[in-house]
């Protein structure tokens, strides 16, 4: 749409439509130079099941939670594998388990479980779901889940991130660590080449209509 102002004006001026400004023109080859960031992994096309009852340990455990939920598996240096998953659909403990094939699972742990806090008078518990597993290149193992409290986490207190540390691929596990402190969800964690962490997550804050994706970045290896 051309508009011209007038007598004096020295060229007309272009107005954009709305259906102009609502057009997309996809830049090819827009990430050439940065392909050293991005990674393939394997996609296994068998599937099975794993019966319940040899990942969860049944006692003191709701029955919603004895299925296991959102799963996520990694390839660990030593040749096993790792798989993290929480309890249930409403969860609140998360597990890893091992293979070494992927068909044999053995060495149940649970790395977080419900805990009794106390926020503001508020006496309630800490649940963990969502979680996510990354074997860093100094052969540490980092997983991070994220938590929230019963009555308080819509007010943006008592929810966040948290993260836990193993140096020996899993046999023990260093105390976790909150490492963002907001409403949120579903932290996925990267190593990028320089050996700095990227972890992106769904932020949900109480006054926000929707949800929007969000990054932290730590660059010594998770300390900080």
């Not at 009852?53 to 598996?73: C, G, W």
């Not at 091992?98 to 805990?115: A, F, H, I, R, V």
């Amino acid at each position: 749409m051309l508009l011209s102002l007038g007598i004096a004006a020295a060229q007309p001026v272009l107005l954009h439509t709305h259906e102009d400004m609502c057009e997309f023109h996809p830049v090819i080859n827009s990430h050439v130079g940065d392909e050293h960031l991005s990674s393939i992994e394997d996609i296994f096309s068998s599937r099975g099941s794993i019966e319940a009852v040899k990942l969860l340990d049944p006692n003191h455990v709701p029955s919603e939670q004895l299925a296991p939920a959102y799963p996520r598996i990694k390839h660990m240096r030593d040749g096993r594998w790792i798989m993290v998953y929480q309890g249930g659909q409403n969860s609140s403990r998360i597990y890893a388990i091992y293979s070494n094939d992927l068909k044999t699972w053995y060495g149940k742990q649970q790395l977080w479980g419900p805990e009794q806090v106390d926020i503001e008078g508020k006496s309630q518990y800490k649940r963990y779901s969502y979680a996510d597993i990354l074997q860093l290149k100094t052969g540490e193992l980092v997983c991070f889940a994220a938590f929230r409290c019963d009555l308080t986490s819509e007010d943006g207190k008592g929810s966040g991130i948290v993260m836990k540390r193993s140096r020996d691929c899993g046999e023990h596990w260093a105390k976790p660590e909150e490492i963002y402190n907001q409403p949120c969800a579903q932290p996925d964690a990267i190593e990028l080449p320089d050996g700095s962490l990227q972890c992106y997550f769904s932020d949900c804050p109480p006054s926000a209509d929707s949800d929007t994706m969000a990054m932290i970045e730590s660059f010594d290896g998770g300390y900080t």
